[in-house]
C-alpha cells in the first residue's frame, strides 16, 4: 500500500499547499522526461498478495506477529490485519530469469509458511479468501497498524460522507453498506513490473490495455465475496467499489473512479501522471519534508506526485522511481488475482511479458483500430465470466476468449517470450500450463464454483461448504500442480 504517513488527518492548509506541490512536481517530471537519462535494463518484477487463515480458514488477523516471525524485509504489511504482501527483487527474464522466479517464490513462501504456523496461520494465494464474513467489517480490528491505512480509511469516507454501498451482480446478488473500506482488504492480487523507457512506456502501456481482458479471464481466481458467488474475477468490481470516493450525485454526473481502466490510449506517460492530477483529488496530501528534492544523480525525487499516484488505482498503473544513482520508469500490471499455485502465477506472468513483448513493437498497434471502449468493454466480459467471455477483436470480430487465446494470443506470448530471450523450454512450460487450462476452461475460479457447488449438492450448507473448499484449495495450492489439473471434490 506504499509508504508511510505521518498524520491520520489533514487541514484545509495542507490540501491547499499538497496541491501547489503537485503541479510543481508534474512540471518538474514534464522536463525531466524530455531531458534525463534512465535506467535501460529491461527487468521485471512481482509483488505478492497473500492472505492468512486460522485452522478452519477464517481470516488470521495476526500479520503483524507473522511478519515479525517470518523476519524477512520482503514481506511487508497490506491494509488488512489478514494481509501480508511478499515483495520479489528485480530480476531478468531473459535465460532462465522465469525459472529462477518461480523457484525463488516457492522457497520464499515454503519459509513464510512455516513461521506463520508457528503463530498458527496458513498463507493462502487466492485472489479473496472465501470464508470472508460480514463480521470481519463491524469495527476496525481488520485493519493492519499504521497511520497511512487509517488515514486512507479516513479519507475515503470523508470524500464520500457516507457508507460505503457496496452493489455486485453475478451469479448471485450482494448489496449492503459497508461502515469502512474492509472489503478492499478481501481483494489480494498478483502486480508485474515491466521496466520500460520513457519513448517504450505508451506502447507499453496500450498494449497492456488490449489484452487486459484476455489476461483476467485466464487468471481469473476471484468468485466468491462474503458467501456469495459473484464475478468469475469479483476483485475487479469490488476493489472499484470498495475505495470509491464518489457518492452517488458524483457517480451519475460521470466523475472517474479512483479504481480505473483509463479511458483513452496514450502517447507518454507523462499522459497519465497528469489525468491523475488534473481528476483526482488528494487522499494522503502530506508534504514531504523539503531536506533536498533529488537524488544524488541529480533525479527529481518527486515525494509529493509519487504519493499521489499510490492513491489512483489504475490497472495498468506508471511507475516514476528517482532510484538512488539513476531512475527509472516501470509498468505497474495490478489487474491479476493471486495464486492459484506458483507456476500458475509465473505461468500467468509469462503471458503477459510475452505478449506486451510482441504487441508493443508491431508494425501495425492493435490499439490503432480498437476503440479505447471496447478494450474495456473486453475487459469487464472476461471479470464477469472468465474463460466463458465472448470479446471483440480486430480484424476477427466477436469470438470466445478461448478460442482468441489458444488460436491467437499463446503464439504471439511465445514469440515474445523468444524475442526475450527466454529459454525454449521455459517458453513451453509455462505456455503449456496455459494452453491446457485454456482447453480444459478450468481456471482457479472455475475450480472454487464447481467445487463449492458438489459440497452443497452433498447437503452442506454454504459456510460449512466454503470452509471445506478453502481446505482442499489450500491442499491443493501446496502440491504446485497447475489449477486445471487439480480434482473436483
Known amino acids: 500500500m506504499g509508504a508511510e504517513v505521518k498524520s491520520k488527518t489533514f487541514s484545509r492548509e495542507q490540501r491547499t499547499k499538497y496541491r501547489q506541490r503537485l503541479l510543481e512536481n508534474l512540471e518538474t517530471l514534464a522536463s525531466y522526461l524530455a531531458t534525463g537519462q534512465f535506467a535501460a535494463t529491461g527487468t521485471i518484477g512481482l509483488e505478492l498478495e497473500l492472505n492468512l487463515a486460522n485452522a478452519d480458514f477464517s481470516p488470521a488477523l495476526r500479520n503483524a506477529a507473522v511478519l515479525e516471525a517470518i523476519a524477512d524485509p520482503a514481506f511487508q504489511t497490506e491494509l488488512g490485519a489478514f494481509n501480508i504482501e511478499l515483495n520479489h527483487p528485480a530480476l531478468s527474464i531473459a535465460g532462465p530469469g522465469l525459472k529462477q522466479l518461480e ?39 481488520w485493519l493492519s497498524p499504521g497511520k497511512r491505512y487509517a488515514a486512507l480509511n479516513t479519507s475515503v469516507l470523508q470524500a464520500r460522507g457516507e457508507d460505503v454501498l457496496l452493489e455486485l451482480r453475478g451469479i448471485e446478488s450482494l448489496s449492503f453498506y459497508a461502515k469502512n473500506i474492509a472489503p478492499e482488504a478481501a481483494c489480494t492480487s498478483v502486480q508485474l513490473h515491466l521496466q520500460v523507457q520513457p519513448q517504450e512506456f505508451a506502447p507499453v502501456w496500450n ?40 457518492p452517488p450525485e458524483m457517480r451519475n454526473q460521470g466523475v472517474r473512479p479512483r479504481v480505473w481502466f483509463g479511458e483513452r490510449w496514450i502517447t507518454s506517460i507523462f499522459d497519465l501522471f497528469e489525468e491523475n492530477v488534473r481528476y483526482f483529488p488528494a487522499l494522503l496530501p502530506e508534504l514531504a519534508r523539503s531536506t533536498g528534492r533529488h537524488t544524488v544523480g541529480g533525479a527529481p525525487l518527486l515525494p509529493e506526485l509519487l504519493l499521489h499516484n499510490g492513491t489512483v488505482y489504475r490497472w495498468n498503473r506508471p511507475i516514476y522511481d528517482p532510484g538512488k544513482d539513476q531512475p527509472h520508469l516501470r509498468l505497474e500490471n495490478r489487474l491479476l488475482p493471486a495464486g492459484p499455485t506458483v507456476l500458475d502465477t509465473v505461468a500467468n506472468a509469462a ?100 467445487a463449492l457447488r458438489r459440497f452443497e449438492a452433498s447437503g452442506l450448507d454454504r459456510s460449512t461448504a466454503l470452509t471445506e473448499m478453502t481446505r482442499h484449495y489450500w491442499e491443493n495450492m501446496h502440491t504446485n500442480q497447475p489449477v486445471h489439473t487439480w480434482p473436483l471434490p
Open 351 to 450: 503471458f503477459f511479458f510475452g505478449l506486451v513483448r510482441v504487441l508493443r513493437t508491431a508494425e501495425r498497434p492493435l490499439w490503432t483500430r480498437m476503440a479505447f471502449k471496447t478494450a474495456a468493454d473486453n475487459f469487464l466480459a472476461c471479470a464477469r465470466t472468465g474463460l466463458e467471455a465472448t470479446v471483440y477483436w480486430p480484424g476477427i470480430g466477436d469470438m470466445p476468449v478461448t478460442e482468441l487465446i489458444l488460436r491467437h494470443l499463446l503464439p504471439m506470448a511465445a514469440n515474445g517470450l523468444e524475442q526475450l530471450g527466454v529459454d525454449g523450454e521455459l517458453i513451453g512450460r509455462y505456455l503449456d500450463v496455459l494452453r491446457t487450462r485454456t482447453q480444459s476452461e478450468q481456471n482457479g475460479a472455475a475450480w472454487q464454483i464447481a
Open 207 to 246: 498494449a497492456a490495455q488490449v489484452i487486459a481482458g484476455p489476461q483476467v479471464a485466464l487468471a481469473a481466481n476471484s468468485p466468491i465475496f462474503m458467501e456469495t458467488l459473484l464475478w468469475h474475477e469479483t476483485r475487479i468490481e469490488l476493489f472499484k467499489q470498495a475505495i470509491d470516493t464518489r
Open 103 to 141: 523457484d525463488n517464490l516457492r522457497a520464499q513462501l515454503n519459509r513464510a509458511n512455516e513461521r506463520a504456523a508457528e503463530k498458527n496461520a496458513d498463507i493462502l494465494m487466492i485472489g479473496i479468501l472465501p470464508t470472508l464474513k460480514r463480521g470481519l467489517l463491524e469495527d476496525m480490528s
